[in-house]
């Protein structure tokens, strides 16, 4: 179409558009009418001046060539949105998916109504395909096996509720504790529960798995993922391998891990090698293996942040299509827009705020080859149960949602307390934790009117982030905030907390409250606590004769002095 503003052309296709009727132009000249527009006509073409026709042609292939681009267009988007469609379907046909049946509690959530996320990663050594028997060997016996296997790998993966931090902390498989009840729905097995291996647990379901370590530890958890052999294999292809480091030559003869001292990219079998080597780390242990995990995510997470990994349509479908292949998850997560969100979840936390723990042992009295939780356990988990950081054992808890810290300061609130119980003081113990806190010097003291059985505050007009921000730092259910018609906050202390700064768990009619801060500095002490960031750190090769080769017992490092016939794992 003529852009009107262009008077020559715009005039020109009115002409010819005039004109389309023309059913006299092939009659000779002799037989047309004298004079009008025919004459004029061929007096311009006569004199040269005939150039309206050849106007009209660009703009005729013009329309002709926008209706084609509009049509391939409308196809192009239609294939677009059909093809992705068939994606989504595709993706969301890859994933399998179990109920966890709440075996793992329920995380709660925070004074601002946002609630955290934990997770619990688990690793699976079952041979259950013909790949994860070629990967992990062992099937010459007995063939392509049945079931789930045992948890090689458990990490409880713990996403703060204003998603600022997150912490990764890995259970050794070697930890003894006490199985609970449970039965597998699909393979029906079943147990009444037991003393024993933590990673048996999986035996019986990745439920009974997440179940056993909500015992265990006391942290809430929601919602699993589990991969296999095969499953580590296809991820680390589809990120484009991952960067790890060595402390120096190291040959696990068990694993078939081997490396040259220094960096390295692995993909495929080199990287389930890295993953699974035992013996090649640290002191042959499980907890060695541990901290080798955590650089190997550490280096995974810095891939998939980087530029070009989540910006390239390509490699994030192939990202996401091994993805689902490799997981299986609980129901909460089983569809591709839920793990869409839990990725995005964890992309807001900054990787210097991503924090790897491993949880502390001791030997167990009953068998020195196992593991018992250790000194600072508790203190880890009531950590992460509290939803505080460990990022250098700061210790702070989520923060308030940023509009609101904007707009509210402590310093700002003053809150009346009362005491409604029968014990005195309590309001004055109240309003100097407040006031140690950074609350407004304004706090003031009195006795309620009456005894009162449940605590509340109340809070005026437009003041629900000053309460929030004052039952935050009791430890208060927000189920316990109600808005009154006067101003100001008002506290009333009920005999349902008799005593101490933090409202006591187990009260509140939703559910339990915040427990106390726990004490992050015992609990990142001897964890090996490490954060996302650090891409220098190197796998600290094991200094003991951990493996053997033909018959012989020695280092890692000698092991792969005399192994020179086999190939690095990154060859």
């Known amino acids: ?288 293996r541990t901290v080798s995990q955590h650089l190997f995510l550490g280096a995974m997470i810095r891939k998939f942040k980087s530029a070009g990994t989540l910006t390239d349509p390509a490699k994030v479908y192939g990202l996401a299509d091994a993805a689902t292949k490799a997981l299986t998850v609980d129901d909460g997560l089983g569809s591709i827009s839920k793990l869409v969100g839990l990725a995005s979840d964890l992309d807001k936390v900054p990787s210097h705020r991503i924090t790897f723990t491993t949880m502390q042992t001791a030997a167990d009295p009953h068998n020195r080859d196992r593991v018992v939780p250790g000194a600072g356990a508790r203190s880890l988990f009531a950590s992460i149960a509290n939803d505080q950081s460990l990022t250098a054992g700061s210790g702070k808890k989520s923060a308030a949602p940023s509009a609101t810290a904007r707009s509210v300061t402590p310093s700002r609130i003053a809150v009346t307390i009362e005491n409604g119980t029968t014990v005195g003081g309590r309001a004055s113990e109240l309003a100097t934790a407040l006031t140690d806190k950074g609350f407004s010097q304004g706090t003031t003291t009195a006795n309620a009117p009456t005894t009162a059985s449940v605590t509340t505050l109340t809070y005026g007009t437009g003041q629900e982030p000053e309460a929030q921000a004052a039952a935050s730092a009791l430890g208060l259910p927000s189920s316990h905030l109600k808005q009154g018609g006067g101003t100001g906050l008002t506290l009333v202390i009920g005999s349902d907390w008799p005593s101490g700064t933090s409202y006591p768990a187990g009260h509140g009619s939703t559910g339990a409250s915040s427990p106390a801060p726990a004490d992050t500095h015992a609990a990142v002490s001897d964890a090996h606590a490490q954060t996302a960031d650090q891409p220098k750190g190197c796998a600290q090769v094991s200094p003991y004769r951990t493996v053997s080769l033909n018959g012989v017992s020695m280092t890692p490092a000698q092991a792969y002095a005399a192994a020179r016939s086999q190939p690095d794992s990154d060859s």
């Open 1 to 288: 179409m003529s852009d009107l503003r262009d008077g020559s052309a715009g005039r020109a296709t009115r002409r010819r558009t005039a004109q389309v009727p023309r059913r006299h132009t092939d009659r000779p000249a002799d037989e047309r009418p004298p004079g009008g527009r025919a004459a004029a006509r061929a007096a311009s073409r006569s004199s040269g001046r005939g150039n309206s026709r050849r106007r009209v042609r660009p703009t005729r292939r013009g329309r002709r060539a926008l209706r084609i681009a509009g049509t391939c267009l409308a196809f192009l988007v239609l294939v677009t949105a059909g093809a992705g469609w068939w994606f989504y379907e595709h993706l969301n046909g890859n994933i399998n998916s179990v109920s966890l049946d709440g075996k793992g509690g329920s995380e709660k959530a925070d004074a601002f109504g946002r609630t955290p996320i934990n997770l619990l990663v688990i690793g699976s050594d079952g041979r259950t395909s013909a790949a994860d028997c070629r990967l992990g060997g062992g099937c010459s016996r007995t063939g392509v096996q049945s079931g789930n296997g045992n948890a090689d790998v458990e990490m409880v993966v713990h996403i703060a509720a204003d998603r600022s931090n997150a912490t990764v902390m890995s259970v050794p498989r070697d930890t003894m504790t006490n199985v609970p009840a449970c039965t597998d729905p699909t393979s029906k097995q079943s147990t009444s529960g037991y003393y024993g291996q933590i990673n048996s647990a999986l035996s019986y379901g990745p439920a009974c798995q997440v179940a056993t370590i909500h015992q265990l530890t006391g942290i809430p958890i929601d919602h699993f993922v589990k991969l296999d052999f095969s499953g580590v294999v296809s991820m680390s292809d589809a990120v484009g391998g991952v960067d790890v480091c060595v402390s120096d030559n190291v040959y696990d003869t068990y694993s078939h891990l081997k490396l040259s001292k220094g960096t390295h990219t692995l993909k495929g079998v080199g990287a389930l090698e890295f993953v699974r080597s035992r013996h090649g780390f640290g002191d042959g242990s499980d907890l060695g």
